[in-house]
């Protein structure tokens, strides 16, 4: 029901910086969490960042915790995900969700998302 569409990946070196965007085609009072999620190869696809859309409250992987920030604009119908010092771990297709319907607090886990995007893809090189 919810259209997400990410945009921003690309290739950068260790220690540059992306911004992944998510335009989500509504927003309605049932989303809960936005997030984003990665998967490399071999991976299973983890939580990255999320952010609850009515309050703000923002929830980060240990992995990226003071590199990368979630936020979204003020009209919540685009997601943001700065990434900076980037590492080579962090290479993965990253993927936009939106938790819609019925609220459950697991904001970093796939299962509690029902919208997914396309994913966009990130490589950082050395």
């Known amino acids: 029901q919810v259209q997400l569409v990410e945009s921003g990946g690309g290739s950068v070196q260790v220690g540059g910086s992306l911004r992944l965007s998510c335009a989500a085609s509504t927003y309605t009072y049932y989303t809960y969490y936005m997030g984003w999620f990665r998967q490399a190869p071999g991976k299973e696809r983890e939580g990255v960042a999320a952010?609850?859309?009515?309050?703000?409250?923002?929830y980060y992987a240990d992995s990226v915790k003071g590199r990368f920030t979630i936020s979204q604009d003020n009209d919540k119908k685009t997601v943001y995900l700065q990434m900076n010092s980037l590492k080579p771990e962090d290479t993965a297709m990253y993927y936009c969700?939106?938790?819609?319907?019925?609220?459950?607090?697991?904001?970093?886990?796939?299962?509690?998302?029902?919208?997914w995007g396309q994913g966009t893809q990130v490589t950082v090189s050395s």
């Open positions: 952010i609850y859309t009515g309050g703000s409250s923002t």
């Open positions: 969700a939106a938790q819609t319907g019925t609220w459950r607090e697991i904001p970093l886990t796939p299962a509690g998302y029902n919208n």
